[in-house]
């Protein structure tokens, strides 16, 4: 008998997707911005990237405990377009280099084809998943304390080890938000978008990193 993913709470997963797709638009107009102003934002030095890094976690965890409502969807859109914003001097760095909009494209193909591979896993496994959850932050963490270490040490072997192990660790969140969206386990349209977005978004930016290695 086949499998199906009748009942596996489709209706909310669509609210979802709808939602996921929308958040690309504040985010494009957020990268735009940030590549036009991209010489006022390197001429206010190391603080506003600290302060912008601070104020970001302070929409995650301010998304993170709110219902659905008019306002958290505002918010929403407004952390997505300054996300938009945080990613557009690394893709400045990729669109002024030679082949660099050839490696954007490639990065979020092979993004873009990875969520919907690890999101059919995610939906259709019969296993709970949840377990990985635990597993998956502290080796986040780590990650984050690496590539804290990284931006004084700028070892490029490094920083292509980090974006590898990140790249496996963001395809596998994909798989386990979407599965516990799937399961019901789940039940905040903002909460579950904000995570697939940052799945996503990660993803992305690891690939398009070790791509650009690789190149070099």
Sequence with gaps: MGYSIAGKNT????????????????????????????GTIAAMGIWFPILFFVVLMGFIFVLSS???????????????FMMGVAISGSIYYYLSSPGGVELIIKAFSI???????????????KKDL????????????GLIVASLVNIF?????????????????????????INRICNGYETSVIRATLNLYLDFINLFMNILNLLGLSKN
């Design 153 to 177: 040490v700028a070892s490029t072997m490094m920083s292509f080890i980090v974006s590898a192990i990140a790249s496996v660790v963001f395809s596998l969140f994909i798989m386990y938000d």
């Design 11 to 38: 209706s909310f997963m669509s609210k979802v997707m709808l939602m996921l797709a929308l958040t690309m638009i504040p985010t494009i107009g957020g990268l735009f911005l940030g590549i036009n102003m991209i």
């Design 130 to 141: 949840r377990g990985m959850g635990s597993v998956l932050f502290i080796v986040l963490i």
């Design 66 to 80: 709110l219902k659905d409502s008019p306002l958290g969807f505002l918010l929403l859109f407004v952390f997505t």
């Design 111 to 125: 993004t873009i084809l990875i969520f919907f591979v690890m999101g059919f896993i995610g939906i259709t496994t």
